[in-house]
């Protein structure tokens, strides 16, 4: 929960956020902010004060520095990785891993499919360890968090799908990676 806070918090700008309306924009309760952003605050990664009634995020860095401080304490989001029957996918699920860094970068695209997911999907009954036919399966990672939260379109959001490729040791994909976090950055 504190991972999706606090990518939250980077692509709002890293200004002041107020946690009220972080809690509305994800769905969380106040408590589960309030704990989430405690946690954050202890990491150091940000700072909160108490405005009135009102508790505020806040930070000195800009979000580029934020997020290259706490990727030590960040983790990839894919819990596992399933191979489903694309007839057996009965609802929209983002564009994720390879797939979604093909399509932002000049990389090109993978295989099979690669879609994204925090629940069991309907196919998960009928899936496989391995691909066996990338013309009838998708690739389903199954997420820590909803990837719907911080959606990019119809793809994974750019910063969770760095961290999610982030332990991939392939030159194309380190560098594909780093011209996707160079969009965000807007550099």
């Known amino acids: 929960m504190e991972k999706k ?19 509305r924009r994800l769905a969380f309760t106040a408590t589960s902010i309030s704990r989430a952003s405690r946690q954050l605050e202890e990491m150091g990664l940000i700072k909160t004060e108490k405005r009135g009634v009102q508790k505020v995020i806040f930070s000195d860095k800009t979000p580029r520095e934020l997020f290259e ?18 007839a057996e996918v009965k609802e929209d699920l983002l564009v994720s891993g390879y797939s979604a860094l ?23 009954k009928t899936s496989m360890g391995t691909l066996q036919d990338p013309n009838d399966q998708f690739a389903v990672e199954l997420w820590r968090y909803d990837p719907q939260k911080l959606a990019d379109g119809e793809c994974v959001d750019r910063l969770s799908l760095a961290l999610a490729l982030g ?21």
């Open 5 to 23: 806070l606090f990518l939250y918090y980077i692509y709002h700008g890293c200004g002041k956020l107020l946690t009220s309306e972080a809690a």
């Open 167 to 187: 332990e991939n040791r392939d030159e194309r994909i380190e560098e594909a990676v780093e011209e996707m976090l160079a969009q965000v950055w807007g550099g």
């Open 69 to 86: 401080a706490a990727k030590s304490h960040l983790m990839s989001p894919v819990k596992r990785t399933i191979y489903v029957p694309k």
């Open 102 to 124: 093909s399509e932002c970068t000049m990389l090109n695209p993978p295989e099979a499919n690669c879609r994204a997911s925090d629940r069991i999907v309907a196919g998960d």
